[in-house]
């Protein structure tokens, strides 16, 4: 059995009317991801990647660098105009895009975990913490109340934040506890591969460093594989093994984190490298 | 203006069962979908009927388009054959079926209407049971766009409906749904079996009978097929419950007409503020209390 | 004590159909109202009522309001439930407006248009004080009002009919031009809405949905929950002539005619992908009988619901199942009507789970105390 996850290849993502220019004059050389022919934006071109089993892979890049819309492509949260993902799960492979909607949703449910900047995406405000994750176990076919109240009450422990605000509205939650109930919604399925887009953006720095250790600390325990998305190298150092550098829709750079932080390649990582404080 | 129109006096009449037959036909291909497709709501063209929407529109049309003059219809409210929208009903039935017989004995019955509920009595395999349905849809509680929870249905979707469930449990310790109780039909669709109380959703389950439920306003047919399963939704560690009709000492409430501690009970506050009991289902309770009373002269 | 269970439902439905007839016929006159009358002095009610039923007959409007004491909910339905029953006999082809007899046209758009502009009978500009003479009508006076206008109105030519406004419009390509389309119109009287529906399912239902409830959704998007902004481009009341092709030749010929009310309206201009031109965009209402607030209504939550269905709704007049489910008069009236039904069955239900409920926390509060 293969150890890789997930392989992905030519995956781009262009928005508008397209025409045989988008791709030529747009891109890091031009700096601009808008085709001055036609106005369309290409928001991602021809990423490739493989992610295996448990390791952590970073996407950095500034906002239009195209590392939002690849994860959002992945989590089936929009769809790509070209390429193709292969989701390895145990025996089974999955060309991902050539899945139906209800499949789709499926493998999103239960084998993907979803970690979004904006907690209004991934938490249902209407419902308990506890519903939230009780929502995503009760999708995934467990349907005994007394163990879904266990397991919700026991991903909140993990994720520290208490068990007594279970049955509470996560919008009396700070943003940080917000974004450790999604930590533990995502985790409720076990999932194999979890997406995390800017999950620490816009918290305060300790509040950060403590979201960023659990993050380590589940993918000790777990084993789970993760794509980290963040514009942050301070995110990327402490969390990721491999690093993709992306800038106006392309990947400019690719390797080992270490090797990135080194001995940077591209002059805008170079740049990015050199400018983090 | 036409100043010289005059109406056409002579034309008040009706065709049998009211409907036109293409009405009719339409409702029966319904039906056919309905059955083959347990616990699907099949959207149908419902027509205006002379009665309000609300009223029974729906069940109507299903029995306008089932019944010959060979059926005899039985029609309930709350149980009741007297209770005046059953009275309005069964009468337009009768004015516009000539030739059709119309009983209050449930057995006697081949086609049997009914609001809210289902007869004590178990139904054989060669009646039809026919439900009002004002919220054909038991997502509408968590999803009001229509668009939206067809997509639920389809893919078996129905984990906001047991997260509403479970916020009941945390909250209440218990699911707090009274009538309308979701229930899931041949392993994949589920239902609102209509404002039927909880004590009659188990009547749904492996019914000999077929159950044709019908939503006038809503413009829904849907069904559930004899022998089918019929399961509410629950937890595996919470059980479904029924109405209670114990007293505070823990004594199971009688019938106050027939002395029946096994039957849906209406409660009744009288002049001097005397609560009582006594069967729902007045079908029932007239022919146990035909039952005893026969006991008691043999 | 023995109980006897208490019966009576038809006596009580009997009872409550003669305390109405009662209430209709006890007043101080001897004369019931002749259709006549209503057909004739409440020209504006019959409107409302075939509207509503989506039943062009003015005559039987008349009985049912007789019949309804002028209840216009209970009318309509009544003429609803009255063509539910009458065949179907034909279809008859697309009928085309610009044919129109006007007694009334006017535009918004233009201080002139081609054949002019016509106030035509209305109240827009009348002002509403109460004309208390009207309380003793001299019956004289009365049949000479409508003798005096038809002398006092001189001879002229007026056009047979007048060309539209949106076509000056069109040719200067201002709005796009018409797509001739082979597609059958949805009949909402015999197939369900499924949504997303196709726009002449939103028209038809909008055409016979009630007034005040079109009205009430119109107004939220005018007010500012919308962003139609529209201009009356036209106007029309006038008899539309219904063109029904002969049994044997098959040629069109006038079967008659109906009173329709036809309001088209431009809205600003939207984006457009690329490279084609922007252009103003159209809302259409019409409806039986003479009803412009209707119209205008209908026409501009025509566009709502076309904008949201193409951009997805941002308010509630933009979201076709908001509108298109809650327009229908005879659906809500009857439901909200439902309410007064009994429901002792699954208030005993409800009653059941409350004192349970109540039960279980009386049990923790005291668990909690001890």
Known sequence: MSNKILS?????????????????????????NICLNCGSVVAAHDVNFDLYRGEILGIIGESGSGKSSTVKMLYFDDTPTAGSATFYDSDLQHDMFALNAAQQRSMRNKRFGMVYQNPHLGLNFQISAGGNIAERLLMSDLKHYGEIRTRAGDLLVRTEVAR?????????????????????????????????????????LSVQAAILDLILEIQHELGTAMIVVTHDLGVIRLLAGRTLVMKHGRVIESGLTDQILEDPQHAYTQRLVASAL | MNAHYELPLEDAGYSFGFLDEYAKKEVRRCILKAISIPGYQTPYASREMPMGRGFGTGGLQLTLSLIGEDDT???????????????????????????VEVTEKTQEATLIQSR???????????????????????????????????????????????VKLYEDVVRFHEITISHRYPTRINGHYVIDPSPIPRWDVPRLHQSPALVLLGAGREKKIYAVPPYTLAEPLVFDDIAFRVEDFHDVHGKRIACRCCGSTVSFLDELIDDLGNVTHQCSDSAYCEEMQETISARKQA | MSYVAIKGGKAAIDGAAAATDYLRCRGSLDEPLTLAMIEEQLRLLISRVISEGGLYHPRLAALALKQFQGDTLEAAFALRAYRSTKPRLLESPVQDTANMRCIRRI??????????????????????LLQLDLANEDPAA????????LRNTPETELPNNFPKVIDSLRAEGLLPPVTPSRAAAFDITRDPL????????????????????????????????GDVHPTVAELRVGYLPVMLPHPVTGELMEAGEVLITECEVVAMYEGTNGDEMPTFTLGYGA???????????????????????????????????????????????????????????????????????QQKMQQKESEMTT
């Open chain 1, 164 to 204: 007594a605000r279970m049955d509470q509205n996560p919008k009396t939650f700070s943003g940080g506890m917000q974004q450790r109930v999604q930590i533990a919604k995502a985790l409720a399925t076990q999932p194999p591969l979890l997406f995390l887009d800017e999950v620490t953006t816009g918290l305060d």
């Open chain 3, 107 to 128: 535009s918004s758009a233009f201080k002139e248009v081609p054949g002019g502009q016509y106030l035509g009978a209305t109240y827009d500009y009348a002002l509403r």
């Open chain 3, 194 to 225: 499924v949504f997303p529906v196709p726009r002449s399912a939103a028209l038809a239902t909008m055409a016979r949905a009630e007034t005040g409830g079109l009205l009430a959704m119109a107004y939220s998007n005018m007010r500012g929950y």
């Open chain 1, 8 to 32: 992905v290849r030519g995956l781009t993502r262009i928005h508008g009317e397209q025409c045989p220019l988008c791709i030529s004059s747009t891109g890091p050389e031009h700096n601009t």
């Open chain 2, 116 to 162: 809210h509920r289902i007869p004590e009595k178990l139904l054989t395999e060669q009646q039809i049971l026919v439900l009002q349905v004002p919220y054909p849809d038991a997502l509408v509680v968590v999803e009001p766009s229509e668009a939206r929870r067809k997509v639920m249905h389809g893919e078996a979707d129905y984990s906001r409906l047991l």
């Open chain 3, 287 to 357: 409806c039986f009988g003479h009803n412009e607030v209707k119209a205008i209504s209908m026409a501009i939550l025509d566009r709502a619901l076309q904008k949201g269905m193409r951009d997805g709704p941002s308010n509630p007049s933009e979201d076709p199942e908001f509108v298109l489910l809650h327009v229908d008069g005879v659906d809500s009236m009857g439901f909200a009507s439902h309410y007064k039904m009994p429901h002792y069955v699954t208030f005993q239900s409800d009653m059941d789970r409350l004192r349970h409920t």
């Open chain 3, 142 to 149: 009365f049949k000479d009002v409508a003798k005096a206008f």
């Open chain 2, 73 to 99: 219809l039985k029609v309930i409210d709350q149980g009741s054959d007297d209770s005046v929208n059953a009275v309005n009903l069964r009468q337009f039935v009768q004015l516009t079926c000539p030739g």
